[in-house]
């Protein structure tokens, strides 16, 4: 990890962008509990995530340049603070542990049936530490050639699948209770969109000059077409299977078939698929090990990472070994878990910022009518 | 069997970094380094003699399902 590499605004952009659309290639969660309305979710979840992103931008703005461990310690203390990063670093640990397991139990379960999930899960940690060892920077370079690989791929096949589209499976709209729709907006933002807070932790790699609010914006808007365009081809070429199979991607990509010739396609989505996995694995490797290193006070979390990335292997074998229960988990229990991390912890923190900030202020203005009146 | 050798395969990557360690007398990052190689070792050694125990992760799920009663009921 090299402390001097200093991530621009656009490479900045580009590993948003790949980290969320890494986010949105699991849309399970939402298509199981929407089924042919879970377009609906990609855009009310994008518009409730509005104001967190705010508050997310106003830290940032209040604390530039401060990854969030830092100002965690700048607003509450080193004590609380370094308690309040302890469960950013947990919470980041949690989703690297999730994201590890599902993309062992999809490789497992699709592409190589029968390797040991241990071997897969081991093998795919190992290159994703030698990765972050080398820094965010390369990554960084990395993420662009990803994000437009795995958008073109995502036109290309979605072209492919028109032939196997029918319009009649969006309809009926709108015909499931209220709750569910709350439930596939809740989880939209929560799961996917409300993972952006890892981004909170990158800021020291940032370039001096650089403005997080446009990249952050862009690569909202972009993972809202990338979601939309996904989500609108599953509905669209699965139609009442969607909210049965696991991976609808994977199943829709199966679909195609032109003229015998062009088959097995779905290989390049695995393949999309695992580097954007890959990807979204080295940023939050990054990220709990930067918290490690915050809150022990290490100088860098380079030597610790090999340990560390051995440490999520095996809690993941321990977590979830039943596929139905990470699913269970995903869709009906973790979204209330992220919504007190993802927001309700940086909406305190920030309230927090702002007393602190109004309290100091309020005393230099007493003092300096004290000294004036003298 | 698998388990053995991805445990050695593991922790002997993970000991590329002790020799350095060691010799720059890096204390707070050896402290962490074997708190982290301890727990891989338990988890281990747990896993491989077929013990499960519910982890953070399966306490959180029931808290928050059982205890808060915050969870959507059921998988649709």
Known sequence: ?????????????????????????????????????????????????LPFLAVFLGLVK??????????????????????????????????????????????????????PITLVLAAFMVSCVYATRKGLEPLARISALLASGACLVLVVNSLLTVANADTRYLFPMFTLPFLRYVQGTHTTISLYFGESIVFLTLLPMLDTKTDIKKPMIASLLFAVVIAFLAVTREILTLGPLLPYVARPSYETMRIIDIETILTRIESIYAFIMISLTFFKACTLLFASASGIAQITRIESPKPILFPFGAFVVVFALQTYPIVGDFLYWSSNVSPFIFTIIEFILPLLTLLAAWTKGFIGSSQRLHVKKGAVRK | MIIAGVAAMLIGIAALDLPWLIREKKRRELIVYAICLAAVSAYILLYALDVRFVTSLGLLHRFFEKTLGLHYGGFT
């Open chain 1, 62 to 115: 209040r604390y530039p340049g401060k990854s969030l461990f830092e100002i965690n310690e700048a607003v509450f203390g080193a004590v609380a603070g370094r308690i309040l990063s302890c469960v950013y670093t947990y919470f980041f640990t949690m989703i690297l542990t999730t994201t590890l397991l599902d993309m062992a139990n999809f490789i497992v379960g699709f592409i190589m049936p029968g390797t």
């Open chain 1, 1 to 49: 990890m090299n402390a001097k590499s200093r991530i621009s605004g656009l490479q900045f952009f580009t590993v948003t962008a790949c980290f969320l659309i890494g986010t949105f290639l699991r849309i399970t969660s939402i298509t199981s509990v929407l089924a042919n309305d879970a377009w609906v979710s990609v855009f009310t979840g994008a518009v409730a995530y």
